[in-house]
């Protein structure tokens, strides 16, 4: 009888691993497109509030002359977290708005451009990194794009048009893909193959257009004092594309208090059962047990690489 109790509490003990399992795929692979679906439905907004704005006239203060901002010139520094563009890829449906920041927090909202390189539409080697199987998998088809197929990118400067040369796949730690080139590019950024993070893939497409003017520094807010050393350049790039395509290890202590917490409640609610009715002790643990469940699957997201 002892070893049919244990086998048996085994047996549950499995069981309620594989729903777990399977609520944490469905998490992954639909609960995160809808908060992604969100976060473009406001992005959009924001942009699109942006643009009307470009041509401005601001009531000049005592002295000062009136000053007007034309499209096409330089915008301000970006804001970590704020659109920055509109990306469109026609030759496998890609329309997101892109973000300032290649953090976890930025690439769960949109596709996210890397601080340290200059703003699409500008000259140089401006780059964008996106997530390849969940939170909307913006770059899920990347792979299928070819040679000579059209980026289409709008920002506030205007609209571009690049040219794919380029698509290749590489280390994590090749960051030299991210260093400035000649001319005006595009690169995009994202793990390969599907569902791991051993390599990127990379497809870089050329500006062509003429390219819009550049401010006369590349400082941002999120990288307010370059260092001017490429070595210490590409450190920093490096350190952004772990944070953001690697996952975030400052997850684990969250991971594991919220996987405690998510424990607890079930087994409390389990042993309710043994006293109360099984109908209302469910109906009333219940959403407790989501929510705290809901916030475990948020920490384990960060943890893991931004395709998976």
């Not at 990347?142 to 609209?159: A, C, M, R, S």
């Not at 690049?162 to 001319?183: A, C, F, H, N, W």
């Not at 290890?249 to 998510?262: D, K, V």
């Not at 079930?266 to 209302?280: A, C, E, M, S, Y």
Request: charged share 20%; aromatic share 10%.
């Amino acid at each position: 009888m002892r070893l049919a109790r244990i086998l048996g509490a085994v047996g549950r003990a499995f069981i309620g691993i594989g729903v777990l399992l399977l609520l944490f795929v469905a998490y992954q692979l639909w609960g995160t497109g809808i908060q992604e679906a969100r976060a473009q439905d406001r992005l959009g907004d924001e942009f699109e509030a942006a643009l009307e704005a470009v041509t401005t006239t601001e009531a000049p203060r005592p002295g000062e002359s009136t000053t007007t901002t034309e499209p096409g010139d330089p915008p301000p520094p970006p804001i970590e977290g704020n659109p920055i563009a509109q990306i469109q890829i026609p030759s496998i449906g890609v329309n997101k708005y892109v973000v300032e920041g290649v953090g976890v927090a930025d690439l769960k909202k949109a596709p996210g451009h890397y601080p340290q390189t200059p703003l699409p539409g500008q000259p140089g080697n401006a780059a964008i990194a996106g997530h390849r199987t969940t939170y909307g998998a913006p770059f899920y088809d990347l792979d299928d794009v070819d040679i000579g197929d059209e980026i289409i990118v709008k920002t506030l400067q205007g609209e571009f048009t690049y040219i794919i040369r380029e698509k290749t796949i590489v280390r994590p730690s090749q960051v030299e893909v991210l260093d400035p080139r000649e001319g005006a590019w595009l690169t995009l950024t994202t793990c390969e193959p599907r569902y791991s993070a051993r390599k990127r893939l990379i497809v870089a497409a050329e500006m062509e257009d003429a390219p819009a003017p550049a401010p006369p520094t590349t400082t941002t807010t999120t990288d307010p004092t370059p260092s001017g050393d490429d070595d210490d350049e590409r450190d920093a790039a490096a350190e952004v594309e772990m944070a953001g395509l690697s996952g975030d290890p400052t997850a684990r202590w969250p991971t594991f208090w919220w996987g405690l917490w998510t424990t607890l409640v079930g087994v409390v609610v389990w042993r309710l059962t043994r006293w109360f009715r099984p109908f209302w002790v469910y109906l009333a643990g219940a959403p407790v047990f989501l929510v705290v469940l809901f916030v475990f699957f948020e920490n384990v997201s960060r943890l893991l690489p931004a395709n998976i």
